[in-house]
C-alpha cells in the first residue's frame, strides 16, 4: 500500500482528496436539511463543535501548539474566522430553503470571490481574461438566483449568494495565513472555536429541543465537515488550487444526485444553465492558468 502511495503523483492524491471533500460537504448539506425545521445558528453550533474537537485532536496528536505561530496574525485569523462564520450560517439557512443543488452551487461562487478579495486585499494580479470569467460566473449565478420579486426563493438565494461571498472571503484569509506558515489544522480550530463562541449565546437562549435522530444527523453533519475540511487541506498540500480547484465543483453533482433521491428535488431549467455556465467559467480559468503557468 505504501509503496503505491509513493508511485501516485501528487496532482493525482490531490484531485482525489478535493474530491473527497466534495462529497464529504455535500453529505454534511444532506445532514443539514434531515435534521429539519432548527435554527441555522443551532445547526452551525453542532457541525463546528465535531470540526473543533476533531482539529484539537490532530493538534494534540502532533504536539502543536495551541497558539498561532505569529500573533501578528490574529487579526487574519479574525477575519478569516468571521467571514466562515457567516459563510456557514448562509450556507444553512440557503440548504434548508433552496434546493440541495442550487445552495451548494450558490456557495461555490467562493473562488470567484477568493479571486476578486485576493486582487483587492493580497495585491494579486488577474489578467482581464481572468476577470472575463469572474463575471462570467457572475451572471451564471444571476440565473440560479433570479433577482425578481416573483421569485418565492430569491431571499434564500441572496442569502446563499451572500454565503458564497463570506466563504471567499475566508478563503482569501486561509490563502494569506498559509503564505504566513500558519498550519491548517491549526487553521481549522481557531475557526471552529470561533465559530462556536460567538453561536453559542445565541443557541443557549433559542435552543429548540432536538429528538434522537436530530442529535445523530447534527453529529453526523459535523463529522463529515470535519472530514470535508482536512480533506481540502491536504488536497491543497499535494497540489496547488490553480491544479485541482476546479475538481471542487463535483459537489454539485453529488448535490444533484443526493437531492433527487433524498428530497425528490429537480432544478429548473434556469439553475441548469446557471451551473453550465459556472463551471464552464471554472474551467476555463483552470486551463488558462494551467497554460500560463507552463509558458
Not at 443539514?32 to 473543533?52: C, E, T, Y
Not at 489544522?185 to 435552543?207: A, R
Amino acid at each position: 500500500m505504501t509503496k503505491f502511495s509513493e508511485s501516485v503523483p501528487d496532482r493525482v492524491k490531490g484531485t482525489l482528496c478535493i474530491i473527497n471533500s466534495a462529497l464529504f460537504f455535500t453529505f454534511m448539506n444532506a445532514f443539514v436539511r434531515l435534521s429539519g425545521d432548527l435554527p441555522s445558528i443551532q445547526k452551525s453550533f453542532f457541525r463546528n463543535l465535531v470540526a473543533f474537537i476533531f482539529a484539537a485532536g490532530v493538534l494534540i496528536k502532533t504536539k502543536s501548539s495551541f497558539l498561532p505561530q505569529d500573533r501578528r496574525n490574529l487579526p487574519t485569523f479574525f477575519i478569516r474566522s468571521v467571514c466562515g462564520t457567516v459563510g456557514i450560517l448562509c450556507n444553512f439557512y440557503a440548504v434548508d430553503h433552496l434546493a440541495l443543488s442550487d445552495a451548494s452551487m450558490l456557495n461555490k461562487m467562493s473562488p470567484f470571490f477568493a479571486v476578486v478579495f485576493s486582487i483587492i486585499f493580497l495585491k494579486e494580479k488577474a489578467t482581464v481574461f481572468q476577470a472575463l470569467c469572474v463575471i462570467a460566473a457572475f451572471a451564471g449565478s444571476m440565473l440560479v438566483v433570479k433577482p425578481t420579486f416573483a421569485n418565492i426563493d430569491l431571499i434564500p438565494s441572496l442569502i446563499g449568494f451572500l454565503g458564497g461571498i463570506g466563504a471567499g472571503a475566508a478563503y482569501t484569509a486561509v490563502r494569506k495565513l498559509g503564505l504566513k506558515g500558519e498550519k491548517g489544522s491549526y487553521i481549522v480550530f481557531f475557526f471552529s472555536g470561533f465559530s462556536c463562541l460567538v453561536t453559542l449565546p445565541q443557541m443557549i437562549f433559542d435552543f429548540h429541543p432536538m429528538s434522537a435522530e436530530q442529535w445523530l444527523l447534527l453529529l453526523g453533519a459535523g463529522t463529515a465537515a470535519a472530514a470535508a475540511q482536512f480533506s481540502i487541506t491536504a488536497a491543497y498540500k499535494f497540489a496547488p488550487a490553480k491544479q485541482i480547484s476546479v475538481y471542487d465543483y463535483s459537489q454539485v453533482i453529488f448535490s444533484a444526485i443526493l437531492g433527487f433521491f433524498l428530497f425528490s428535488q429537480l432544478p429548473d431549467v434556469y439553475s441548469v444553465i446557471g451551473y453550465i455556465i459556472i463551471c464552464s467559467a471554472s474551467v476555463v480559468m483552470f486551463i488558462y492558468n494551467e497554460r500560463k503557468s507552463r509558458q
